[in-house]
Structures are given as C-alpha cells and as structure tokens.
Nanobody, 124 residues
Framework: QVQLVESGGGLVQAGGSLRLSCAAS????????MGWFRQVSGTEREFVAAINWSGTSTYYADSVKGRFTISRDNGKNTVYLQMNFLKPEDTAVYYCAAANSRGGYTKSSRYDYWGQGTQVTVSS
C-alpha cells in the first residue's frame, strides 16, 4: 500500500502562483510514476501532469503546458506541482496519484493510489 497526502492548496488571485506537494509513504519503491489530476464538482477527473520514477520524463495536459511544472524528490518521497500564471479555470480539487504500472499516465485508470485532494481556488 502507498499513502499519499497533498498540501499547498489555497486561494490565489489570477496570475498568481501556488506549489502543491504530495508526500508518499508506504511501499513507494513499487511505484513507476506519479501524477496530478484535478476535478470540478460534477465533472470527470482531469489529467494535469505526470512524472516517471527517475524524473526524466514528464507529461502535461495542453491546458497547463508552459504554466505548470511537475517535479519529484525521491529522497523525500515527495512530488511537487508548481503552478504559475494561474487562471480562474484552474479552480478545482487537485489530487495526487501513484501508478505501479508503466505507460498511459494521462489516464486516471492507470493509477493505483490516490490522495484525499487539496482545493485550489483562483479568483478573477
């Protein structure tokens, strides 16, 4: 089992920045990739970004490319999502996820473990 705990969410004005953190514990050595998804109430969970175990490959949704950066510190078992130039449409609950299998990191079905989520609200 892997436990994931997100932090760093909050309220920010449009154009501002936030950094989300996801601390992993448990059998983290079994994970191949970590991802961030977001969800607005009443809609499907949406892929945001993902990173492989070594950090050499990253993946982004088109809507966040150039604004968000995913990174990881394996020594701390933590993944980060740096969010810059935030827009009101980025408002959502952001979830961290861990995948044991390889590939398909843009799909929520590929992930085995999920955090509880952290709210990000961007005001206009």
């Amino acid at each position: 089992q892997v436990q994931l705990v997100e932090s760093g969410g909050g309220l920010v004005q449009a154009g501002g920045s936030l950094r989300l953190s996801c601390a992993a514990s448990g059998r983290t050595a079994s994970t191949n990739a970590m991802g961030w998804f977001r969800q607005v109430s009443g809609t499907e969970r949406e892929f945001v970004a993902a990173i492989n175990w070594s950090g050499t490959s990253t993946y982004y949704a088109d809507s966040v490319k150039g604004r968000f950066t995913i990174s990881r510190d394996n020594g701390k078992n933590t993944v980060y999502l740096q969010m810059n130039f935030l827009k009101p449409e980025d408002t959502a609950v952001y979830y961290c996820a861990a995948a044991n299998s390889r590939g398909g990191y843009t799909k929520s079905s590929r992930y085995d473990y999920w955090g509880q989520g952290t709210q990000v609200t961007v005001s206009s």
